[in-house]
């Protein structure tokens, strides 16, 4: 089983709409999580960290739920150039302090 | 305004050849790390340097070594290059290796095809 999974999509969301996802992990003692952005390419590049408590960035919210072992985003009003991979990353054991465990990505396209 | 530089950006070899995949941080970083991504998957890690004088082995370390050569700079090498070994390879660098500062920034990526 992978330690982090992720819906692969790719989310078709119209320009203007809501899209949201999931994204589960196995370690129950990761500490620390993390949403991270890819374009077609590129590298990847920090959106957001994901907080206990739930945490908002303009459009983008991210919610954790340590239970269920899962951490959600949320976009709002979708841009077309939001339009990108999103990445799940989950981290911060004890035993593995320091190292990510990246999920394979959802795909979010937006069309007009 | 350099954050991480990896070096090439893209590199073709043959079954068997060698080469080092160099990465430079301006950053200050404590911490960096070597990534593969195939697609389909994840980003894995190969090696990673939690600090200056360190290295450790990651989640796929088979058929490279790597120095790091002082703060800034962590080279990755494959001394007999496979073809699996085809991937899109990512330097990162976080302040440290643990905790709220360990969010990682990347370099552009090398594309390396190994025939």
């Known amino acids: 089983r992978k330690e982090v999974e992720q819906d692969p999509g790719p989310f078709n969301v119209p320009e203007g709409a809501t899209v949201a996802f999931n994204c589960t992990y196995s370690?129950?003692?990761?500490?620390?999580f993390f949403w991270y952005r890819q374009d077609c390419r590129k590298e990847p590049k920090l959106l957001m960290s994901?907080?206990?408590s739930g945490n908002e960035d303009g459009r983008f919210t991210a919610q954790l739920n340590r239970a269920s072992q899962y951490i959600s985003l949320l976009i709002r009003d979708s841009k077309l150039s939001d339009s990108a991979t999103y990445l799940c990353?989950?981290?911060?054991?004890?035993?593995?302090?320091?190292?990510?465990?990246f999920g394979a990505g959802t795909q979010v396209v937006v069309t007009p | 305004n350099a954050g991480v530089t990896q070096t090439p950006k893209f590199q073709v070899l043959k079954t068997g050849q060698s080469m080092t995949l160099q990465c430079a941080q301006d950053?200050?970083?404590?911490?960096m790390y070597w990534y593969r991504q195939d697609p389909g998957m994840g980003l894995r890690l190969i090696y990673y340097?939690?600090?200056?004088?360190?290295?450790d082995k990651g989640e796929v370390p088979n058929g490279y070594n790597v120095s790091r050569l002082n703060k800034r700079e962590f080279s990755l090498r494959l001394e007999s290059a496979a073809p699996s070994q085809t991937s899109v390879y990512f330097c990162?660098?976080?302040?440290?290796?643990?905790?709220?500062?360990?969010?990682?920034?990347f370099g552009a990526g090398t594309r390396l095809s190994v025939l």
């Open positions: 950053m200050n970083h404590n911490s």
């Open positions: 990162a660098s976080s302040e440290t290796a643990g905790g709220s500062k360990n969010i990682q920034y």
């Open positions: 990353v989950v981290g911060g054991t004890t035993d593995s302090w320091g190292k990510l465990q």
């Open positions: 340097s939690a600090s200056e004088g360190t290295t």
């Open positions: 994901v907080y206990s």
């Open positions: 370690n129950s003692a990761s500490q620390s």
